[in-house]
């Protein structure tokens, strides 16, 4: 049996930071008055990790989740040996490659081709080795004459491109991916995506970090999720997921109560103009969507962590600034990325628009909303039936959607079903265990 990739314990990482009032001084200052710091000294301690213990089997994918300042890519570099731990212990078994910051490990005044060859000896490789795989990297990275020219001029895309390339032609057995891919373009990440898939299917193994969510739950075996510095969660993809997710939720629904209370004259006005930014807004303004709410359950109760199959209610509380005769609300479901799970409104649904002359309150309800687990965000509407804006409020909500503890299935909508069997000649013999069934209770079909 191989030995584990990684092995973390009670590991710990802290850095200095310099306290208020904290500034070095000019040398001439530092000669006439005997200090660089004026006597002030830097005491504040950030625990950036605390007592992170963990096992990476060889093999095996795992993603490290977590909201900015968590500690994601203090654990990435110290698993890189960039970074040295405060206190605990560390021990990586194979070559590692890491692609973890921009333009890392280029120097900016020589070309592409001259840095290929330095960064790929810095990852172990010998110059022969280089030279064989040399037009593989280059073809890889896709950057063509661009590869002669100074790396000060490329784009950030090239940068992550030519790293990237780099870094999976050294045959690493430990892969280490810092959200770098992001600023890929669309081909560039599937070509990544393709590759990283190859090297976990030769026995690599895998530590990425990524706020893309369906990203770690395609590739990732498990995931980790930090907060804090600690770990929080550990296990199953899907189910630590879930969990930072419905932590995320939680909060942006606090977030939301606090916005509509600024709205609504509280005493935070700066949490409305950050929700203006966030919201984009157009119309004619005769009309106005004044709130918009995410009910869930039975009890319909406020809140933006729902589960595959959960009855909600979308929830809009509409003001005219005079009186319509013609008008349509409507409710639109899209992923983060803009793309379309569902959406519907009253002209649609049969409704004949007659006369709105005062507040009212809309709900679209839901009973079994079958979407897959992950995020969404809706855009809500009042408008003319030919789609002339009153009041159109996109990504007015975002909610979290957590797999369904009694049915899993993959792709973005999930509805009811159930498996059949039907004898087809004149005898078929099948055993099987049903969801629920204990091994002595087999069904037979003859």
Known sequence: MSPPAVVASGLCKRYRRAAGGYRLRTLKSALLEGSLTGGLASTEVVEALTDVSFEV??????????GNGSGKSTLIKLVAGLLPPTSGELSVNGRVAALIELGAGFHPEISGRENVFINGALLGLSRRRIEQRYDDIVEFAGLGDFIEEPIKYYSSGMYVRLGFSVAIHTD????????VLAVGDEEFVHRCLARIEEHLAGGGTLL???HTMTLIDEICDRAMWLDGGRIRGLGSTRRVIDAYLESVAAREGE???RRRQSDQGGQ???????AAEEVERWGSGQAEIVATRLLAGEERQERYHVHCGEAVAFELDVEPKEELSDFVFGVGVKTPRGVDCWGTNTDLAGFEARSLAGPVRIRLVCPELRLAPGEYTVDVAVHARDGRAYDYRRRALRFTVAESTQQRSIGLYLPDHEWQVETLGARTDIDWLS???QVGDQRRIE
């Open 208 to 210: 990425v970090v990524s």
């Open 268 to 274: 935070d006005p700066t949490i409305a103009a950050d």
């Open 172 to 179: 690493p057995e430990v892969l280490l991916v810092d959200e």
């Open 255 to 257: 977030a939301h109560d």
């Open 435 to 437: 969801p629920g069934q």
């Open 57 to 66: 089997a060889a093999g095996e994918a795992v993603g490290i989740i977590g």
